[in-house]
């Protein structure tokens, strides 16, 4: 079975600057994430979809980030205008229904210079 | 919200010896707790999970143990190897993962020929 697929692998760019991340889910997988994961710490959910639509996005910084997930598959991040403490792994992850088990992408390494 | 504390944050052991990784939460409705290990520059990947129903769940060299009552559950790596060097993360969540996993802080494991 193929794995969750994120590009890009690798993003640098000044701060004010805008970037976006892709996400192609498990095919199959109804629910999608975005974890944000700095350095030296765990990753720290952003968004929830569930299908294409938000369950949770208590944690995203409405402000400079957004995120949709359009006919329920592929989801893009974007951040708008990006700060330095923006750098970090920017990682994705789907699951299977009521399965529970989240797989990981590879992740988008940002660094916001 | 939930709170996972994650101890300890670095862990030597030699070649062939057990570790054992402690994890806290404090949001008792959690009832799914998953480890994942993050080698270097790479995505987590599961390792383990168990849910709240069971007290133990081994698989080959790798076992968890969860104390509901405490709140408290525990990754044991027996006959550790080389390979098994790596950064682990614990993480807990409710509706059975079906919601945002809330990760500890990691523990970098280093195995010492």
């Known amino acids: 079975e193929a794995g969750v697929a994120q590009s890009p692998r690798y993003k640098i760019i000044e701060k004010r600057q805008s970037v976006a991340f892709w996400c192609n889910p498990i095919?199959?997988?109804?629910?999608l994430y975005w974890y944000q994961q700095i350095l030296g710490q765990g990753p720290k959910l952003l968004i929830q979809?569930?299908?294409?639509?938000?369950?949770?996005d208590s944690q995203l910084p409405k402000d400079r980030f957004s995120a949709e997930r359009l006919k329920g598959v592929d989801s893009t991040l974007k951040i708008q205008p990006a700060k330095l403490e923006d750098s970090a792994v920017y990682l994705c992850?789907?699951?299977?229904?009521?399965?529970?088990?989240?797989?990981f992408g590879p992740g988008t390494r940002l660094l916001v210079l | 919200g939930e709170n996972v504390e994650q101890h300890p944050s670095t862990l030597s052991v030699q070649e062939g010896d057990s570790a054992v990784i402690k994890c806290t939460y404090s949001d008792s409705a959690s009832n799914y707790f998953p480890w994942y290990k993050q080698e270097l520059g790479k995505r987590p990947q599961l390792i383990i999970d168990i849910r709240s129903n069971v007290g133990e769940k081994k698989d080959q060299r790798i076992a968890v143990t969860l104390n509901k009552t405490a709140k408290h559950f525990s990754l044991h790596i027996t006959e550790t190897q080389p390979e098994d060097s790596a950064v682990y993360f614990c993480a807990a969540s409710t509706n059975f993962g079906n919601e945002k996993l809330t990760f500890g802080t990691g523990t970098r494991l280093t195995i010492i020929p």
């Open positions: 095919s199959g997988h109804a629910t």
């Open positions: 992850a789907s699951s299977f229904g009521y399965s529970g088990t989240q797989y």
């Open positions: 979809f569930q299908n294409n639509g938000v369950v949770d």
